[in-house]
């Protein structure tokens, strides 16, 4: 006998996420709706799931940096940083760092939101933040670096990817 098929949750006065749709990207208003603070611009939501948990029974930090990188990769191809075709910058991970506040667990619905804090001419930093019903439960930086095809010259950001990380509020820091 086979265990009965429970449905999920489609009810946002019981579930605020049942709106929400996972691995997708979300805009500002999609992750407002479920507590996350403005000026955060881009973000995926997810569910914590099983191989995510370390022997503590809360999510293992190598978690969140693979999280960080499934929301780096289209963040690059929506502010037109790469899409990791042929003529693109080589896009480098020069630092990266997280900064842990509350633990995560089984099955709790996340919002992870990034942005561009601020920029230079071959370089920027992110700012990473996971939210579970409104809380920062972990924040992170990195610093990205764009290179020529040859690995070594640095490559100016592109206009576009300028002008969208102005209008979303980061700093031109030189």
Avoid at 55 to 72: D, G, P
Avoid at 102 to 114: E, R, S
Wanted: charged residues 15%; contains cysteine.
């Amino acid at each position: 006998m086979s265990a009965p098929i429970i449905p999920p949750v489609t009810n946002p006065a019981i579930d605020p996420f049942a709106h929400i749709p996972l691995v997708t990207p979300l805009n500002a208003a999609q992750m407002q709706s479920v507590g996350v603070p403005n000026g955060w611009h881009y973000g995926l939501a997810d569910r914590v799931r099983f191989h995510e948990l370390d022997a503590l029974n809360h999510v293992n930090n190598v978690a969140y940096f693979r999280w960080f990188e499934s929301i780096r990769i289209p963040f690059f191809a929506h502010y037109h940083v790469s899409s990791y075709t042929e003529g693109d910058p080589q896009v480098v991970l020069a630092t990266n760092y997280a900064r842990y506040f509350k633990p995560m667990h089984l099955g709790d619905n996340y919002v992870i939101a990034t942005r561009c804090k601020s920029f230079r001419n071959t370089s920027f930093v992110m700012d990473y933040g996971v939210y579970v019903g409104g809380q920062l439960m972990c924040g992170s930086e990195s610093v990205i670096v764009t290179l020529e095809q040859d690995g070594v010259t640095k490559r100016k950001l592109r206009e576009e990817t300028i002008a969208a990380f102005s209008r979303d509020g980061a700093e031109n820091a030189g």
